[in-house]
């Protein structure tokens, strides 16, 4: 069975970039054709698609983070990563990594694997 591992800084100082990284066992980030997420959901509310990287190291951004953000991979140690930069204004939110069958988006019931989730708090 595939595992997804979130990990990164437990806490973000205000307007500054949040790096997570998603480590993942029992299957590579390269097989045919995954597709790999990033979703986060702050306190009360639902989940927001971030982005997601291709088998094949193509990118895809929720275009209201896009300017925000950068997601990119390490097929060595069979991770990718995600950059969001100036996160006060979306505040604390718990982060997740998820694996897709192929390109879903926000369409969350199409995705079969995910991580347990990291929370990120931010200072204030």
């Known amino acids: 069975q595939v595992q997804l591992q979130e990990s990164g800084p437990g806490l973000v100082k205000p307007s500054q970039t949040l790096s997570l990284t998603c480590t993942v066992s029992?299957?590579?980030?390269?097989?045919?054709?995954?597709?790999w997420n990033w979703i986060r959901q702050p306190p009360g509310k639902g989940l927001e698609w971030i982005g997601n990287?291709?088998?094949?190291?193509?990118?895809y951004y929720s275009p209201s983070l896009k300017s925000r953000t950068s997601i990119s991979r390490d097929t060595s140690k069979n991770q990718f990563t995600l950059q969001l930069s100036s996160v006060t204004p979306e505040g604390p939110a718990v982060y997740y990594c998820?694996?897709?069958?192929?390109?879903?988006?926000?369409?969350?019931?199409?995705?079969?694997?995910w991580g347990e989730g990291t929370q990120v708090p931010v200072s204030s």
């Open positions: 998820a694996r897709a069958g192929y390109y879903s988006d926000s369409h969350y019931e199409r995705y079969n694997y």
């Open positions: 029992g299957g590579s980030i390269t097989t045919k054709y995954y597709y």
């Open positions: 990287i291709a088998y094949i190291g193509t990118t």
